[in-house]
């Protein structure tokens, strides 16, 4: 009897299992692919990177190059603020400095044709400005 009540209740049922710690970024599986959603992280780095383009585009490196060490503190790996960081050396005319970011943008934005293409005519006006 006492059985019974228990069971009435719900009360002797066993503990469901733990859940899983949540993930930053959760996967979502599409067409037999899993896929990472992006992390806040790098959608915070991903504004601050567009933000720094329409800087660059207004000449203002400065103000550019503070908003792009944002987004790399936070998504280091996102090799776009590497190109656009060289974009602003370069406005700055400090070629060294242009050439460092471009080597990290070719580096993280291997995998990506297009920016691959962008990187290298990047590098070519690197050169062509540090030729005397």
Known sequence: MVALLCLALGRCAAAPPPRPARESAPQREEAGETRQEPSPRSVASLQ????ARLLIQENKPDEALSILERAVALYPSNGRN?????EAWLLKRNV???AEFNS????YL???????IRVKAQHQRIW???KP
Request: glycine letters at 0%; aromatic letters at 20%.
């Open 82 to 86: 590497y190109y656009y960081m060289a």
């Open 104 to 107: 990290l943008a070719a580096m």
């Open 48 to 51: 601050f990177t567009e933000q």
């Open 110 to 116: 291997r995998d990506e044709p297009e920016w691959t």
């Open 128 to 130: 062509m400005k540090a």
């Open 96 to 98: 060294s400095q242009a």
